[in-house]
């Protein structure tokens, strides 16, 4: 031992000992063995694994301090932790060193330890410096219930939990909330509309055990409860309507959020939830639903810019999509390890690339304005019109069969009439015959299963030697329909330049037709199908006043698929009865009484058709699909995709201990292994966030970072109880949820105590229920509610509730909002238009997320816009003055009963005796100069900006 | 904070709680446990609730005006005039100049160099060089501080315009004027403390609501963008047939609610609550005498070049001093219209002609206000454009250029008459004394007695400043 040791020695010991006697004497809550995970690691992380931590580039003279081994070295005298022997561990000396040279962490840093800290980690390491796994890395705990002194609280398990740790701390829960309150605030929760009066008088009559229960199972059962959780996925998601970036374009993903109410609707197990979205394209036999699932990826931003490197923000889309990941289920900040090792976690570069190999094959394609990923054709599950509409169309069709076989046979034209009449396939053989150039009628008896075929031609478009032509499928052409009749006529032979004529029904149904034709120069074209006019044929184009001279020969049963060839469309089936005049005499083809009342049938199924409405499919809805080939996958250097590192495999992060034959290759497997129920995060990760959207905060209040960095939990048994819980019960949701809401935690009081302040200001203890501000959807939507407004349609697409006018000019922002009308304009907020490069500034305003990336939490600020928004937004004035409105027609009474219906519908309760006087005397006064109506709407308006009112209680 | 709630300690209190409350988590426990212990203004700032509670370097700029000449102004028409440019004109690009380049925006295949039309000539009696088309701007020459080695990451709009906020090219981050409004807090307690106001040309790049963005911070550090219409914040208008008056006993009857329901409840953000719904009625009256130019003396219009009532970067450069004298911290000006890819001769003649007269007039104006020595002052864009032409012929234009290119400060502790830095003979890249975004960022906030190493923000298990992780320094040689 060499002199400078031996010093360093000597001030060590007595440096050690000043400040364990300092520590045990200042502190003797931590009298009990210091814990690695609660006491030591957040140190750790935050003062030296910067530099000795997980990262391996950035690790400096090969030490890591968050694994034992390193740490201890060879464990003799010198090494950086010597257990035991603080005097002995280099650590100790160079916390407590003044020289900047040998101080750690070094100046330069800025990260200076406290003198509490330092005396934790000298006590650590004279305990032994004993290392934990970080919690958050084992299984849950399967914890027994602790014992508790007060019996007669706990309603569920939770409780117990929560009382476990008040008495452990001294304090005691608050009382339960009213009923009136309770209502109140478990309605908005769980559906994000307040209770109707009604429903809190019929609450408050139900005597019987079990009332509050009821009304838990009845809101649990309603749409608005899909669609209340359902806001909180879109927020995760990052569901908007736009792409993103400057260009911003909308996009039509909205049938996924669609399918996120039903799903959330149904209670789909959340394993189950999960793979749909994640991969429900690579299911085996996968249904248009699961497919429709994976737009949850498919919401990441999407640049579609003429400028950008296309593969460039290609990647950026897939580095989106394992963000997302780790945010959502693992509860890890993934991101970190874009561009280098984590620096807290044990997640190297390495693993997020492997990840990222998982999410890269999915297709993508196109340039510029064009570019984008995969679609579908997602057809709309049949509402209740539908099904209404279908047994109506059903009527229908079977009295248009019974009418069609009680028809007469068909006429054809009359024989002094024609030009020429032929039986089967023929071509004339003098090419100059029959070039009609004005009217002409065409009829033929017809039995074929052929799509397409010609009937009657004169006409050879690739020769450009046009004229007329009838038959079946329109050759082929993109609008034309195959096994439905088509009639071309144009006056040039060279381009087209005439009138298109498709028939709305199919004649190839293997049964006998006669069809015909009949075309008036300059004026009409109709078609005729059995001796009935197809009044539903599409037209396209004007009738020409003459017809090209073809030099094709008329070809019967046959075309000309290039000249002077003409043998293509050949019509295959039985053709006879061909005749063809050069008069319009369509008339001579109806069929009287018979024929008009099988027309008034397809009139009305017509008419049925197109009540629809909405379109039944949506286009292009963006999907996932996987690639035939997965593409190679690289480390990047420093996050640049073009600076390639070694090629990864598709791999889950090492820190899982996944073994190298079951690891995942692609996105189903690793979906599965999310779930599959043995993942130390998953389960824990999405009931802490179940939890947060009751209490405002998690048990663990880092949502999206259960890492070294986050903070731990609250009630970590809790954590664990709950996430066992769930996977125990099949990942059952509602459950859940269930558990939650009927606690005797969840039930108590909000009052805050007078000395919470001081003893828990964060009410980390949960001694009382937080007040938590209405997300913005729920403040508009309670609005709307409130003032009988609000039109509660599910799902479609977006709609555009009242907006600041000219509001996109203003901002310097291409495209223009128009105000939905109608039902639209009032429903529920989450449908609102989500443009994320501008949000509605109203939602804007009162924190609602833009959605370009995953949101975990919604941060709620209290500003004064918020104040102009909700006293001066029209979409808060409309809805006061019709809040005020109904009041006053509904109500036929004195104006203290009004106030007493306006108080049970904005807050649930009936006013105090004090408040009435307060706002009566405020009516009174406003009614000496306003008309009713205006007194009313500024009373209305005052009720829908309270602070009770915005808050669930 | 504390101005806010004047003569009301016991609210100023609960909200200094209640911002605490929401940001403990971001600042830990340990930081938590200091702030409760500060009382009163931090040392050497004006205003409050912020969280510096002191100020790591004496101050010398309290407030920003910062000139965003939205799409990009042309460096080498403007202040960098490059002979051997001129004389190459129309000669391809040599080769050497595309060593470390990015591939171009737009440009395809190998343009040709482009020289500068217009005449340069040292101005004041600093020489500082300009070219003719900003011939007011050369009447204060001797105020500004020219830096032409300016560089950045991006030759793309929206990522480069986030980059010159936010120090990166990712969104989701917060902005300057955020980050000042969560340090240093407002020195107003009837305006927002961080305002952005917009001009130009319609068909510019639009305007993203990040550009403002508050990122990861509070969202009560969000820019306000005052908008051109009649009512410059939304919704400051009470409806029809609700005056001032009937406004204020509408307040009444919710605050006597507000304060009834926070007995009831003993919850503080409802008193939060209640002096928001105040501000908010003081911002009704303040926010349009603020933006009414009318009262404004006709020399002093005339000065700007101003029409009140009549948007323009003009109007926005007066309420510009307007706001920074009642003590708004931050004001950011975007002026659209620089991005001339063709054209660029017509275009930035219309961009100067409109911005020249007005920036000049601020800068005077602030000065016999004895404003701009604490008022920093930024001019530029979100990169410089190419010395090569894009389109040839009379109609060419400059493509994006994010190698080098030029701003200029003036105020605020700046060194006046300055010209810091070279670009190389063409204009191409920075030869000399470099100026990185991030170093431009370290040097606004020491100028705003901020340590940008020391101010950090955690976030995802990270401490992230507005500078990053990437080298940065402080440009000593910019400072007074």
Redesign the interface.
Known sequence: MNGRILARTFALVFLAWVCLLDTWAQDSVRGGVLQFNRDVRPILADHCYACHGPDSHSRKAKLRLDQRASALGANREGAAIVPGKPELSEMVFRIHNKDPDEVMPPPELNKPLSPAEKEILVRWIAEGAKYEKHWAFELPDTATLSTVKKTDWERNSIDRFILARQERENTSPSIPANRETLIRRVTLDLTGLPPTPEEVAAFLRDNKQGAYERVVDRLMSSTAYAERRAQDWLDLARYADTRGFADDKMRRIWPWRDWVVRALGRNQPFDQFTIDQLAGDMLPEATDEQRLATGFHRNAPQARGQTYPVEEYRIKGVIDRVNTIGRVWLGLTLDCAECHDHKFDPITQRDYYSVLAIFNNVEHSGSGHGQGGPTMKYKLPPSKQDSANASERKRLKDALALALKAMPKPPSIKDEDIVGKWNGPVVEKDPQKYSLTKNLTISAKIRTKQPVADLVSKYDWRGKQRGYVFGIGGEGDKDSVPGHLFFWVSSRAESFHGITVYGSQPVNDGEEHVVAVEFVAGKSVRLFVDGIEDKAAKTTGAPPSFIAKSTRPLAIGAGYNSSPQANAYRFKGELGEVRLSDQAVGDQLTMGAAGKQVAELQAKLRKLDEQKGAPKIVDAVPVMRERAKPRDTFIHVRGSFLDKGDQVSPAVPELFAVSKESQPSNRLEFARWLVDGKNPLVARVVVNRFWQSYFGHGLVRTPDDFGAQGRPPSHPRLLDWLANEFVESGWDMKRIHRLIVTSATYRQSSRVPSDASGRDPENLLLAHMPRIRLPAEQIRDQALAVSGLLVRKVGGPPVYPVHPANYWKQRALPGKWTNSRGGDRHRRTMYAYWRRMALHPSLEILNAPARDNCVVRRDVANVPTQALVLLNDPIFTEAASAFASRLLTEVEGTDAQRLERAFRLALGRSPQPAELKQFLSFLEHQLEELIEDQAWALVCGALLNLDETITRP | MSDLFHGKPHLQALAR??F???S??GLGS?ALASLLQFEGHADGLEGGGGVLRKLHFPARAKRVIYLFMAGGPSHVDLFDPKPLLNEMDGKKIPPHLLKDHQ?F??IRGTPSLKGSPYSFAPRGQSGIIMSELLPHLATVADELTVIRSMKTTT????PGVNMMNCGTQL??RPTLGAWLSYGLGSENNNL?GYVVL?S?Y?D???????FWGNGFL???HQG??F???P?P???????K??DRN??R??LD??N???K???E???????L??VA??E???R??ASVPELTDLSKESKSTLSLYGANPGKPSFANNCLLARRLVERGVRFVQL?D?GWDSHTHIEHEHKRQCGAADRPITALIKDLKQRGLLEDTLVIWGGEFGRTPVAQVSGKTYGRDHHPHAFTMWMAGGGTKPGLTYGETNEFGYHVAENPVHVRDLHATILHLLGIDH??FKY?F???DLGLTGVDPSRVVKGLLA
């Open positions: 709680r209640t605490l409350k929401d403990a988590m340990i591939s925006a737009l030759n793309v709009h929206d969104f989701g927002p917009t130009g319609d510019g790049q639009p305007l993203l609501q990040s509070d969202s009560r306000v963008p908008l051109k219409g009512e914040v939304l919704h400051l208008t009470n409806p047939g609700v009937r406004r006993q509408q009857l919710i006597w609610m507000n009834r329901h926070h009831e409840v003993n919850d503080p953000e409802i939060s609550r928001s719904y501000m908010a009625y911002m009704q975007y659209r190493h020391r955690k995802k298990g990270l």
